[in-house]
């Protein structure tokens, strides 16, 4: 019995993912976020949450009694926290009954962002929600600094 109980936690353990591993992948994952309000419930999922391209879905898991998925609008403004670079304003495409996505560079430097989501009703109020979150810098692009110093002579030289 000892030797059939010992056979199985081996089993086991041989199949779990080792934990660096799941680390890895729930980096991968970006970041998540949840927001319900007014009969409306809906999920932020942001990936990989770095520094330049990234891709932004809103699932919008449950609405009102009667209210049609097809006309839900999914607005997105993004706005660094850390240095103005303005605010962009996306509409998100359907991908589906329940998600709509947003791709491209919108993230562009790392530091501390404020993502607000808009899910747009016909014949509702707006639900509106804020997430803050942290955008890491792209571990693939160089963080070197310039060796030549930025004085009028490099300047004149080009």
Partial sequence: MVGLIVLLAAGFLASAAPALEALQARQRLGYIGDYQEKGVRFSLWVAPARSGYNEMAVDVTRLPPGVDPSQIQVQIRLL???????????????????????????????????????????????????????????????????????????????
């Fill in 80 to 158: 660094m926290l850390d240095q103005d670079m303005g605010i962009t304003q996306v509409m998100a495409s359907p991908a589906g009954q329940q998600r709509w996505e947003a791709r491209g560079s919108y993230l562009s430097m790392a530091g501390r962002w404020e993502m607000e989501v808009t899910v747009r009703r016909p014949g509702a109020d707006d639900v509106t929600h804020v997430f803050l979150f942290q955008v890491a810098p792209d571990p693939n692009k160089s963080t070197l600094a310039n060796p030549i110093p930025a004085d009028a002579t490099s300047i004149a030289a080009g």
